[in-house]
C-alpha cells in the first residue's frame, strides 16, 4: 500500500520560507518521481515542481524561490520554499508516480498560509 504524508506547513510572513515534506512508504524515491502540486481556494490545483532521476521542473512562478530535493536515504522529498508571498497560500500535496507526467499516489496535502 502507498502512502503519501506531507508535513511542515504552516504559517510565515511573506519574505520569509518554509519547508515543506513528504514522506513516502510502498514507492520508493529512486525509482518513482516526487512532484508537487498547490490549490488555492477558489482556483484549480496546479503544479509547482517535480523530480525524478535527478532533473527537476519548476512551474515559471516559483522558479528560482523554490528547491525541490529527496532524501534517497530515508525516502521523503521537500520543497524548499523562500521569499514567499501571500499568492503562494494554498493546500500543498505531494504525488509520486513512475514519471512527472503521470501520478498515481497522492498525499492529504499540507496548508502553507503567507501573511502580507
Known amino acids: 500500500q502507498v502512502r503519501l504524508v506531507e508535513s511542515g506547513g504552516g504559517l510565515v510572513q511573506a519574505g520569509g520560507s518554509l519547508r515543506v515534506s513528504c514522506a513516502a512508504s510502498g514507492v520508493t524515491f529512486d525509482m518513482y518521481s516526487l512532484g508537487w502540486f498547490r490549490q488555492a481556494p477558489g482556483k484549480e490545483r496546479e503544479f509547482v515542481s517535480a523530480?525524478?532521476?535527478?532533473?527537476?521542473e519548476y512551474a515559471d512562478s516559483v522558479k528560482g524561490r523554490f528547491t525541490i530535493s529527496r532524501d534517497l536515504a530515508k525516502n521523503v522529498g521537500h520543497l524548499q520554499m523562500n521569499s514567499l508571498t501571500p499568492e503562494d497560500t494554498a493546500v500543498y500535496y505531494c504525488a509520486s508516480g513512475r514519471s512527472t507526467r503521470e501520478y498515481s499516489y497522492w498525499g492529504q496535502g499540507t496548508q502553507v498560509t503567507v501573511s502580507s
Open positions: 523530480i525524478s532521476s535527478g532533473s527537476t
